[in-house]
Protein backbone atom coordinates (compact mmCIF):
# COMPACT_ATOMS: atom_id res chain seq x y z
CA UNK A 1 0.00 0.00 0.00
CA UNK A 2 1.37 3.50 -0.80
CA UNK A 3 1.94 5.64 1.32
CA UNK A 4 0.61 9.73 1.42
CA UNK A 5 2.27 12.78 1.78
CA UNK A 6 1.67 14.35 5.05
CA UNK A 7 2.70 18.24 5.43
CA UNK A 8 3.56 17.47 9.07
CA UNK A 9 5.56 14.40 8.55
CA UNK A 10 3.07 11.33 10.14
CA UNK A 11 1.14 13.23 12.36
CA UNK A 12 -3.08 13.19 11.84
CA UNK A 13 -5.69 15.54 12.61
CA UNK A 14 -7.52 14.25 15.07
CA UNK A 15 -11.01 15.60 16.03
CA UNK A 16 -11.13 17.98 19.29
CA UNK A 17 -14.47 16.77 20.76
CA UNK A 18 -13.50 19.76 23.50
CA UNK A 19 -14.54 21.97 20.92
CA UNK A 20 -18.04 20.66 20.24
CA UNK A 21 -18.90 22.00 24.10
CA UNK A 22 -19.12 25.18 24.85
CA UNK A 23 -19.85 25.71 28.93
CA UNK A 24 -23.09 27.73 29.75
CA UNK A 25 -22.18 31.36 30.35
CA UNK A 26 -23.68 31.36 33.72
CA UNK A 27 -20.73 28.44 34.48
CA UNK A 28 -18.13 30.37 33.12
CA UNK A 29 -19.21 33.61 35.54
CA UNK A 30 -19.20 31.25 38.22
CA UNK A 31 -16.03 30.50 37.89
CA UNK A 32 -14.76 33.37 37.06
CA UNK A 33 -16.56 35.96 39.41
CA UNK A 34 -14.96 33.54 42.27
CA UNK A 35 -11.57 35.40 41.89
CA UNK A 36 -11.86 38.95 43.99
CA UNK A 37 -9.28 40.16 41.69
CA UNK A 38 -11.40 39.55 38.60
CA UNK A 39 -14.39 40.61 40.37
CA UNK A 40 -12.56 44.18 40.53
CA UNK A 41 -10.97 43.94 37.19
CA UNK A 42 -14.45 43.63 35.62
CA UNK A 43 -15.55 46.06 37.86
CA UNK A 44 -12.71 48.58 36.64
CA UNK A 45 -13.62 47.69 32.73
CA UNK A 46 -17.18 48.19 32.97
CA UNK A 47 -16.56 51.63 34.67
CA UNK A 48 -13.49 52.13 32.13
CA UNK A 49 -15.66 51.73 29.50
CA UNK A 50 -18.82 54.07 30.81
CA UNK A 51 -16.58 56.73 31.24
CA UNK A 52 -15.18 57.08 27.86
CA UNK A 53 -18.30 55.75 25.62
CA UNK A 54 -21.37 56.43 27.33
CA UNK A 55 -20.91 59.93 29.42
CA UNK A 56 -20.81 63.19 26.94
CA UNK A 57 -18.30 65.31 27.57
CA UNK A 58 -19.20 69.26 28.75
CA UNK A 59 -20.45 71.83 26.19
CA UNK A 60 -18.18 74.22 26.67
Known amino acids: ?27 LLDVVMADRAARLTILLFWWWLGWHFLITPPSP
Open 1 to 27: MARRFSPCHGCQIKQRPWALHLAPFAS
